[in-house]
């Protein structure tokens, strides 16, 4: 089966300062690749998400790459914000026909600070 | 807005006492999923029903079950909890043939 790592696990960046967060994947056969931000005693937010036939995607200050042949993929948030801090999951599916199982990594806690 | 509501968001349970725990979604996404997600660690997938059809995954205890009356609803059973199953459960819905899942807020369960 699919498997996920993420890191870090912890990140503290100043505000105005950049985050990245890494993952890799070990199922080639995976080809969608979503980002969830989970706020304290709240479910997942999906804030991004990006598929094996696209390399970049970018959403105002959030990115993220992807590359297949290396197998892992990157969430990049710039000019960061005290309400950035939170958990980030990222996760991995692959998407066979009716079948579409989210694999998550054990998530990144972000912290801003002022 | 169209979203997916949890009900309870905190629900207390006694040790093997049965607990139900419900997702409803306005959404009309034909996919549910439930979550079990401990702290500090990432979801982790119970189950799922694609239309009336459900998917059990591998390593889900017995314990656990589930029902789907109608599209808008599902329904976390827990037969007889222990304190191991004290967690956030969640609850996600995804439109299928595309890939999207959106969450509810979480039912957090604990177990006494």
């Known amino acids: 089966g699919e498997n996920v790592e993420q890191h870090p696990s912890t990140l503290s960046v100043q505000e105005g300062d950049s985050a990245v967060i890494k993952c890799t994947y070990s199922d080639s056969a995976s080809n969608y690749f979503p980002w969830y931000k989970q706020e304290l005693g709240k479910g997942p937010q999906l804030i991004i998400d990006?598929?094996?036939?696209?390399g970049e995607k970018k959403d105002q200050r959030i990115a993220v790459t992807l590359n297949k042949t290396a197998k892992h993929f990157s969430l990049h948030i710039t000019e960061t914000q005290p309400e950035d801090s939170a958990v980030y999951f990222c996760?991995?599916?692959?998407?066979?026909?009716?079948?579409?199982?989210?694999?998550f990594g054990t998530g990144t806690r972000l912290q801003v600070t002022l | 807005d169209a979203m997916v509501i949890q009900n309870p968001r905190y629900q207390v349970t006694q040790f093997g006492k049965p607990v139900t725990l419900s997702c409803s979604q306005t959404?009309?996404?034909?996919?549910m999923y439930w979550y079990q997600q401990k702290s500090s660690q990432a979801p982790k997938l119970l189950f799922h029903?694609?239309?009336?059809?459900?998917?059990n995954e591998a390593d889900t205890p017995d314990n656990f079950q589930s029902r789907r009356p109608n599209t808008s609803f599902c329904f976390l059973d827990i037969r007889s909890p222990g304190l191991g199953d004290a967690a956030m459960y969640l609850c996600?819905?995804?439109?299928?043939?595309?890939?999207?899942?959106?969450f509810g807020p979480g039912t957090r369960l604990t177990v006494l």
């Open positions: 996600a819905t995804r439109l299928a043939p595309y890939n999207e899942q959106f």
């Open positions: 029903y694609y239309d009336k059809d459900f998917n």
């Open positions: 996760a991995a599916s692959p998407f066979t026909g009716t079948a579409s199982k989210l694999t």
């Open positions: 990006i598929r094996s036939n696209v």
């Open positions: 959404l009309n996404h034909n996919v």
